[in-house]
């Protein structure tokens, strides 16, 4: 499932037809925002952090706002078997981390200041989200992959291009992330939370009531809590951890362009955690590297699903690929709009139409699509309270998900 916390359900996907193609997706001139998190299981006030990702930024709330952003989430504490080897995000730069974060959970948005400070309590994400969302983009990011389902090699390819000319070094990273780690793993894994027992009535920092009101200390239980956006790998190898990235630009002009390749081997299980593909992504990104930490903003991104890439067939070697990937349709149920997001295979034109129960087209309407992550606001005003159909079709496929608006 898409959610960290899995109270919340998610429809199947209904994809229809396939297409050969090369598995690229790129930013397309679209500002995608990298919204970064710092947690760990023993962090009782974490899975707050959790629901504001997801109420607020990812979102699947109602207060649904940027289809766009991207998250990635650094475990911390030496108990927390998700925990990457120095901890190059959480801890501070004479550890060789980013010295952003004072306290967890804590997190960065494309780590600029918002308005002054870059380390942010989950309050600030959304805000700063919201700012970051609205700049026009001086780099596009684009990604190739390969995913070789035999030898569960992942090889990737990661392209920046100057969209305005930039002064300064610029460089390239990239991060292999893993969904639904259930708390139920058992040492390491299961998550903790004060907020059930010590603030029964508590809201979340979303603006919401809080998901886990009465769940208990321990989220042990896998129908109650998964680890979502969880970093795994940083690819780049600049500065050892590579938490800054590679070198990519110097000054770059308008137009100038670079590529770093990367491979990754996907275990078959991570620290007790089986990891298939299909939870796996890639996030690629260029990044600032200026002479402080104030200074190294990232400055475009973009992600990819494992499953949305090749799929290299020992017999044939043919790619069989979905032209689109992760389609989600909400909240549900809605009262004045909808959000429809989902990866594109390929950035084409995107058509939305919804369907009432009695097979009558109620609202039609293409997109234009630069991005290959595809994201629009759909209000549902004028629609009466009901079930309804929504066909999502891109390049001959189509989705089909189910919704209600309820007021």
Known sequence: MKVKSILLSASALLIAGAVSAQSKVTSGGEKHVLVEEGTGTWCQWCPDGAQVIQERIEPYGVNANYPKAIIASFHNGSSDKMKLTGDPFNSNEASGGTGYIAGFPMGTVDRAPYPTNIGLSRGSWPGATGARAALTPTFDVSMVCLWDSVTRVISIKIKAKALAAATG?????????E??????????????SAIGLNN????????S???FIGKGLSLASPTVYSHMDVVRKILATAGGNGIWGDTAFTNPAVGDSIERSYTYTIPATINGSTCYPKYTKVIGMVQKYGATTA???????????????WKTLPSTNVASLEPMQDIQVYPNPASSRIVVKGMLQNPSDVTVAIYNVLGQQVFANEYKAGSSMFGEFISVDNLSNGVYFVNITNEGGTVTKQFTVNR
């Open 169 to 177: 070094n610029y460089r390239i990273n990239g991060y292999i992330v």
């Open 179 to 192: 969904d639904s780690i259930s708390s139920g793993l058992g040492s390491g894994y299961t998550q903790t």
């Open 200 to 207: 029964p009535g508590s809201m979340s920092a979303s603006g």
């Open 209 to 211: 009531p809080s998901w």
């Open 295 to 309: 200074d190294r903003a990232i400055e475009n991104c973009i992600e990819a699903k494992v499953r949305l890439m």
